[in-house]
């Protein structure tokens, strides 16, 4: 495996921590953060694995397929918890969390 098969995963995973973390930080600055709190313990997770993934497909490593495949079930976790949300922010993140997951399930074959 090298890193420019898997590109596109390594751009989805990519875009996915940004939307994440844009996520977190937006929910924080919500009227009620707190009823946020599901939100962005999902975001910052989802964002970790997903940077986690990328620099795991981007080196090669041998157990890229087992991280992405993590990473798909939180992308899963986090795009059904920000699809509840009506705010912008959790929508586009919701959408980038469901093109990671593709990505990385194909990626992990």
Known sequence: MTPIDHQDCIDACNACAVACSHC??????????????GCIRLDMDCAAACQFAAAAVARGSEHAAAICALCARLCDACAAECAQHEADHCQACAEACRDCAQACRAMAG
Do not use: F, T, V, Y
């Open 24 to 37: 977190a930080a937006a929910c924080l600055r919500e009227p009620d953060p707190g009823a946020m709190a």
